[in-house]
């Protein structure tokens, strides 16, 4: 696969936006398709902050070529230490999934940047990880905050929906005394979107918006996800989302040596973080949809804390604990959520709380071995419609249960 036809122009989407854009063509076609264009939108403000070079095509471009086993040239020229760091983010996915085999990289090693960037920038959804990487005080501190149309919570988020965000965390932002960058891309609505998110490309994705704006920055944050009792692969991980460092751009996940609980806690202190808090990601907009579980997995911990009434993004005041009892937790990879808040609830006086989690928990185990025949099922057409229905006369009429794959 190939990197060409890299242009800077006006947004065609966007009045007074600027658009970085990238044809990308295949060796064979995907989804039907020889080539697809690649894009990130910026304020005109920004736009003098716009990289001309390689290195956030690298970042997003690699997980795709390794997707599809091609090699790929890039037509800009990218940082000698990124382009050192992409042979170690290959060899660590392929460590993680042997089907990611490494493949070959074909460009031009850039000269050092003319004018490197001085201000430190992260990533910001007005989720609990990333306020809490923007409230912890820094000895350098942040001084953008950056929220993308077109990430994972805001991936099929409507223009109208998207200004509502907007609105919401540029408040909390001039609150806090940092600079909101708006921004936009639809890398995952290209091929992009189909490589593994959750165990490889994630992270890319992520670094590679703030890398077209490096002009700007020295340091790049990712709020980190996961803790330091994380051992297994992750799409967005301390190591690989670090090897997107350049030689003049630092990219680091922040928040990793603090558990979600504690972050929870954090964040709750603030009346900003509270009336803006959101984590959904379904809803595409500035509420939480309370069916999902990790909607329910927050607002458990805010209503032990007793501030759910004071987070107007979920809807209530007041959680039903026969509901969390009911609660599924389908996925594997999250139940160390809920394993944290059963003592979590317990320390505040709310064992009816910590009482309900557990019951969900128990009930999710004895589960699991009827879990690979229920997706097997699934993929018959009349019965996969039997089986959702058995599954909501289960569980919690209307919440998400997330199998894992």
Known sequence: MKLADIAISPSPDRA??????????????????????????????????ITTSGNPWLACLLPVAVEIGEPLVLSRPVDAQMLDFAGDRMAIWHWWNPRHAPVRIEADVEAAPAEPGARTVSL?????????????????????LLVIHGAFDLMHAKRESFERVHAKLRAAADALGKVLIPTATNLLQTRLGATDLAYMSQGSMMG?????????????????????????????HPITDAMLSTSATIVTEDGLATRRMDKTEFVARSDVALSTLRVCLFTGNETNCMRCEKCLRAAIALEAMGVLGRAPAFGTTKLDVRRVARMPIGD???????????????????????????RSLARARRHDPFRPLVRRLRALPVIGAATNWLESRVHEPGVTWHLPQ
Do not use: M
């Not at 007005?126 to 001084?143: C, E, K, M, N």
């Open 332 to 358: 594997p990879d999250v139940r160390h959520y809920y394993e944290e808040l059963i003592p979590f609830c317990r320390e505040r006086g709310r064992d009816d709380l910590a009482d309900a989690v557990a």
């Open 208 to 236: 590679a918006v703030p890398l077209a704006l490096e002009r700007r920055y020295a340091r790049i944050l990712i709020p980190s996800s996961i803790d330091l009792d994380w051992k297994a692969a992750w799409g967005t």
């Open 124 to 144: 910001f959804s007005g989720g609990v990880d990333s306020f809490y990487t923007a409230l912890t005080p820094r000895a350098w501190p942040i001084d953008d």
């Open 16 to 49: 007074g936006w600027t658009r970085l854009s990238g044809i990308v063509r295949y060796d064979a076609p995907q989804d039907g398709k020889r080539e697809e264009a690649y894009w990130f939108d910026f304020p005109d403000a920004h736009a003098d902050a």
